[in-house]
């Protein structure tokens, strides 16, 4: 079809000790957790144990209370001061209520960031829109209102927008969440066909197993503000941590 | 003995929970001005790229227009007609000729700009913090930021350039749509002894351009005030859709008094510098 994608750029991330809390109430305590370049990572949590807060402080939304998360060479402070032009790299959210904008189009949502920051021409931006839509099978849906759209279109057209600015990290919180089976299976998919084309370093938060055992090259469990358990892909579904064995077989995926 | 005075102490003591919520009321609008201080400046700042979101600013005062015109004639053309309806009968007895250096001074130095002020704070002020409000409990103000799009410049300068161009435009359409009113009832109204032309020459005799002026300053500064009061409660909401009623509330309310206060200072610096005329 189109020339072979470039590949993404090598991004690591290492959540060293990270506490953070809120009004005294401790969520994450002391969480470590190392991301290789170019691998997608699940972490599994129940509700409520952190799982959004933990992805907020890799972003760089918040900042822990203690410890460092480093992505490369740098924190995630020193990364989000970086002006776009002189990031030596692109990372992106899906968020978990997708936080299209509401008062613009599929194609503005999409090229929003590259509008912005103006780092491409008209032409080249709707070639890039075309592109990245083609890619989440939503071609043609342009000019469409997110408002018109099901959750998982809004879904699909949030990574679309991560695709856009061709990010090397994309965190994604519970990009399923909401979805039926076999949306879910579609969107595993699609964060799996992204893996495969560019290579970039992934993230995803979720509870859904099956999603997991889809995607993951390695699995981290997150519980009490802890990472407990830590595994390949393949391993997690033999875990013997008590924990895991609990959940696995709460969703009766063993 | 030790109970008695005790139970004294305590009795003179206002009970502990008003204490308390009164300390706290006003940390929090302490915080709040300071949060409305610190993006006024932030905006003020990001109005140096303007001309880059020229086409967001004209949106803007396009959608601020469209929400306010048609009541604010509706409403000026009625405070106009109902300040020479008073006005006359209070006159009645002494002379009705003042009725319009009256209505022509009232409108443009004060009602006219108060008048507006509340309107667009009313109709676009509580829509821009629910606007503002309802994306940062969608997250769409924290997708902004992943994005390295700064919130400031991209939503609050917008619409502060077009409420602040805004108001004043408003403020020349209410003056003269007051004053039109106002000229009307002094056709139509059989009670009211002056001619149309006493009317209107009285008002232009007294009426200059300072006055209208200091209305247009008033009207420039209450932009201000209810924009960066509207996009601080925007920013500031956090609780899902009840979060949202409750931001676009409190900018109302909050705009409403900020624009009395900045009147009383407005008019006590130009009486500084503008010392009343004697005539
Ligand atoms: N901004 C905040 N202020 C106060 N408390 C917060 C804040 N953000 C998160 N929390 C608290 O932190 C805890 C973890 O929240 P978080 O959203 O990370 O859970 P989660 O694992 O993502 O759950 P879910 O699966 O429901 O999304 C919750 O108890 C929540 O109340
Ligand atoms: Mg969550």
């Given at each position: 079809m189109s020339e072979p994608p470039q590949l993404a750029k090598p991004v690591t991330i290492a959540v060293r000790d990270v506490w953070k809390s809120y009004d005294g109430?401790?969520?994450?305590?002391?969480?470590?957790?190392?991301?290789?370049?170019?691998?997608?990572?699940?972490?599994?949590?129940?509700?409520?144990?952190?799982?959004?807060?933990?992805?907020?402080?890799?972003?760089?939304?918040?900042?822990?209370?203690?410890?460092?998360?480093?992505?490369?060479?740098?924190?995630?402070a020193e990364y989000r001061r970086l002006p776009m032009e002189e990031k030596p790299?692109?990372?992106?959210?899906?968020?978990?209520?997708?936080?299209?904008?509401?008062?613009?189009?599929?194609?503005e949502n999409v090229s929003l960031a590259l509008r912005e920051h103006r780092s491409a021409t008209r032409e080249e931006i709707r070639g890039i829109v075309r592109e990245c839509l083609e890619q989440v099978d939503l071609a043609g849906t342009e000019d469409k209102m997110p408002a018109e759209l099901s959750?998982?279109?809004?879904?699909?057209?949030?990574?679309?927008?991560?695709?856009?600015?061709?990010?090397?990290?994309?965190?994604?919180?519970?990009?399923?969440?909401?979805?039926?089976?076999?949306?879910?299976?579609?969107?595993?998919?699609?964060?799996?066909?992204?893996?495969?084309?560019?290579?970039?370093?992934?993230?995803?938060?979720?509870?859904?197993?099956?999603?997991?055992?889809?995607?993951?090259?390695?699995?981290?469990?997150?519980?009490?503000?802890?990472?407990?358990?830590?595994?390949?892909?393949?391993?997690?579904?033999?875990?013997?941590?008590?924990?895991?064995?609990?959940?696995?077989?709460?969703?009766?995926?063993? | 003995m030790a109970q008695a005075t005790?139970?004294?102490?305590?009795?003179?003591?206002?009970?502990?929970?008003?204490?308390?919520?009164?300390?706290?009321?006003?940390?929090?609008?302490?915080?709040?001005?300071?949060?409305?201080?610190?993006?006024?400046?932030?905006?003020?700042?990001?109005?140096?790229?303007?001309?880059?979101?020229?086409?967001?600013?004209?949106?803007?005062?396009?959608?601020?227009?469209s929400e306010t015109l048609g009541i604010a004639a509706l409403v000026s053309l009625f405070v106009g007609m109902v300040m020479v309806v008073q006005a006359a009968d209070q006159l009645a007895n002494y002379t009705q000729e003042v009725l319009g250096s009256l209505v022509g001074l009232a409108m443009t130095k004060e009602l006219g700009p108060v008048i507006m002020g509340f309107i667009v704070a009313g109709k676009s002020g509580s829509a821009v913090a629910a606007e503002i409000g309802s994306m940062k409990v969608y997250e769409e103000i924290s997708a902004l930021r992943t994005m390295d799009i700064d919130p400031v410049p991209f939503l609050s300068m917008p619409r502060f350039l077009a409420m602040t161009l805004a108001l004043p435009m408003l403020v020349l359409y209410s003056d003269v749509i007051g004053i039109l009113g106002g000229t009307l009832v002094v056709a139509l109204d059989p009670t009211i002894s002056i001619s149309v032309s006493q009317f209107l020459d009285n008002l232009t005799e007294w009426l200059n351009l300072t006055d209208v002026l200091v209305g247009l300053v008033k009207g420039l500064v209450f932009g201000m005030l209810v924009s960066i009061v509207a996009c601080t409660f925007g920013f500031r909401t956090s609780g899902g859709a009840e979060g949202v009623a409750r931001a676009t509330t409190s900018a109302v309310v909050w705009s409403f008094v900020a624009i009395i206060i900045a009147d009383f200072v407005i008019v006590r610096v130009a009486f500084l510098f503008f010392p009343a005329t004697p005539k």
């Open positions: 109430q401790p969520v994450l305590r002391g969480v470590r957790l190392e991301v290789l370049a170019g691998e997608t990572l699940v972490i599994i949590g129940g509700s409520g144990e952190g799982k959004s807060v933990l992805i907020r402080q890799i972003i760089g939304l918040e900042t822990p209370d203690h410890g460092e998360i480093r992505l490369n060479d740098s924190t995630v790299f692109r990372a992106s959210m899906v968020f978990q209520t997708s936080a299209l904008l509401n008062s613009l189009t599929v194609a959750g998982g279109m809004r879904k699909r057209v949030a990574i679309a927008r991560a695709l856009a600015v061709r990010s090397d990290l994309i965190l994604y919180d519970e990009p399923t969440a909401e979805l039926d089976p076999l949306l879910t299976e579609e969107v595993g998919a699609l964060i799996r066909r992204i893996q495969d084309r560019r290579r970039p370093t992934q993230v995803v938060v979720t509870h859904n197993l099956p999603l997991a055992r889809e995607i993951a090259d390695h699995v981290a469990v997150l519980r009490h503000g802890e990472i407990v358990d830590y595994r390949t892909g393949d391993d997690f579904f033999h875990s013997e941590h008590p924990h895991t064995r609990n959940f696995l077989r709460a969703a009766r995926v063993v | 005790d139970s004294a102490r305590s009795s003179l003591r206002a009970p502990p929970g008003v204490v308390a919520a009164l300390g706290r009321g006003t940390l929090d609008v302490l915080q709040i001005v300071g949060e409305c201080v610190s993006l006024l400046a932030a905006t003020v700042w990001h109005c140096r790229s303007a001309g880059r979101h020229l086409p967001k600013i004209v949106t803007q005062l396009l959608l601020v227009g």
